[in-house]
């Protein structure tokens, strides 16, 4: 039998070099199929009326949570604000929610308007004053809360605050609904009411200058009611979640004086349910980008860092609490 040449020697070890390259999955093999993508995070963020301070201010969180917290579809939505919110939280149907810190108290106590603690609520951020405001017009011939009884008053929304503080502050005057012809209005509903002649004033708690209360006052004469002195420190010694305020003259067209009234505080409320990744997040993502949300009104830029845990009425969620702690606020 004759012996390969020196030529197919090689060859032969050549190709076998070659078989050995391709068999070990040298760069021709196919990648492996990449990763199912993990599902996105549905964030509801529990506003209240359009006409309000909290619908523009969630729709700029939500730009910023979008653009910044990866893997998530967050959307602000209208509702019925801080107690309608409170019960949004509670039943899983937001994840986010504005609400009045009386109201976030009176929740997690279980008292007022709730007939059991809600447990499964936690704080984010406080944000700004919510000033209480009596709306009238001009003409008719309203100048104290007094002067509301026998009148058609809006007080607010079905189970907002605004209609839990109309209740407070009438009775530090020694009087109830019952004095008065309440009808129950969103604040958009209200000032379109008052435009219209079917109610004589408006109970309104939010933010200044109030959306609602600018356009009336485009078109008509608008006076704010002050509290008296006597109802103010009524009202702040029993509640402690009130604080004196002033509404500065000029802050609405044809307003010169200033008028003395109270505030509470708006809060940012999420549920127990949400992880502490996901609320560290988007806490950091909204501290990260307070120009932004400065833009949408001009109550978000009231929020700061050294102020975002005051007159906090509830536990700090375990994500706020972090990341407030590597901010070395306490």
């Not at 600018?214 to 009130?242: M, R």
């Amino acid at each position: 039998m004759r012996k390969p040449s020196k030529f197919a020697a090689v060859l032969l070890s050549l190709l076998l070099v070659a078989a050995l390259v391709v068999g070990c999955g040298g760069s021709e093999q196919p990648a492996a199929p990449d990763a199912p993508p993990a599902p996105t995070q549905f964030i509801s963020i529990a506003t209240g009326g359009q006409a309000g301070t909290y619908f523009p201010l969630g729709g700029a969180m939500a730009e910023i949570f979008n653009a910044n917290v990866p893997g998530i579809d967050a959307r602000a939505e209208t509702t019925n604000a801080s107690v309608a919110n409170i019960s949004l939280l509670e039943q899983g149907q937001a994840e986010l929610a504005f609400i009045q810190n009386d109201i976030s108290y009176y929740a997690y106590e279980g008292i007022q308007m709730f007939d059991s603690p809600v447990t499964n609520i936690a704080g984010v951020a406080t944000l700004y004053p919510e000033v209480i405001q009596v709306v009238t017009l001009a003409d008719k011939g309203i100048n104290s809360i007094e002067d509301l009884k026998g009148k058609k008053v809006a007080v607010g929304a079905p189970a907002s605050g605004t209609e839990a503080n109309a209740r407070q502050i009438l009775a530090a005057y020694g009087m109830t609904f019952e004095d008065i012809t309440e009808d129950f209005l969103s604040f958009g509903e209200a000032a379109g009411n008052l435009k219209d002649g079917h109610v004589d004033a408006a109970f309104l708690t939010a933010g200044l200058p109030t959306g609602a209360v600018l356009d009336l006052g485009a078109t008509h004469d608008i006076k704010i009611i002050s509290l008296s002195a006597a109802a103010i420190e009524s009202l702040t010694t029993e509640y402690a979640f009130y604080a004196p305020f002033t509404i500065e003259g000029g802050t609405y067209a044809k307003m010169d004086e200033d008028v003395a009234t109270v505030a509470v505080k708006a809060m940012l409320v999420t549920t127990t349910e949400l992880s502490e990744e996901m609320v560290y997040n988007l806490t950091k993502a909204l501290f990260d980008n307070l120009d932004a949300y400065g833009a949408a009104h001009e109550r978000g830029k009231d929020l700061t860092l050294e102020t975002a845990t005051e007159a906090m009425s509830l536990p700090l969620h375990p994500g706020a609490a972090k990341f407030y702690e590597e901010k070395g606020i306490q």
